[in-house]
């Protein structure tokens, strides 16, 4: 029932800036933590950013000082503002939130979003 789609990816050369976007639709009603991962081919999926509730935030040490994640909790819409990439920040990225719905907690996925930078 819970459905997040996500936005924004796309192909840029180093050193520009994307915006991505992840909005959550069905029945979920609490989203605690809502974050981005990326996946690159041969590599493991790491994450990139979190943000909680409260709005406390979490980088991997790669993007810190570059990546911003905010949230709208009114729209249920989680972003990720990618400023100064890289050529190694090339990857799917995902939209993670793990929150309630009307009986569980559980992790909520998107189906992904293409980040390629050329240098």
């Known amino acids: 029932q819970v459905q997040l789609v996500e936005s924004g990816g796309g192909l840029v050369q180093a050193g520009e800036s994307l915006r991505l976007s992840c909005a959550a639709s069905?029945?979920?009603?609490?989203?605690?933590?809502m974050g981005w991962y990326r996946q690159a081919p041969g590599k493991q999926r790491e994450l990139v950013a979190l943000i909680t509730s409260d709005g406390n935030t979490n980088y991997a040490d790669s993007v810190k000082g570059r990546f911003t994640i905010s949230r709208d909790n009114a729209k249920n819409t989680v972003y990720l503002q990618m400023n100064s990439l890289k050529s190694e920040d090339t990857a799917v990225y995902y939209c993670n939130i793990k929150g309630w719905d009307h009986r569980s907690y559980r992790d909520y996925w998107g189906q992904g979003t293409q980040v390629t930078v050329s240098s």
């Open positions: 069905g029945s979920i009603f609490s989203s605690v933590i």
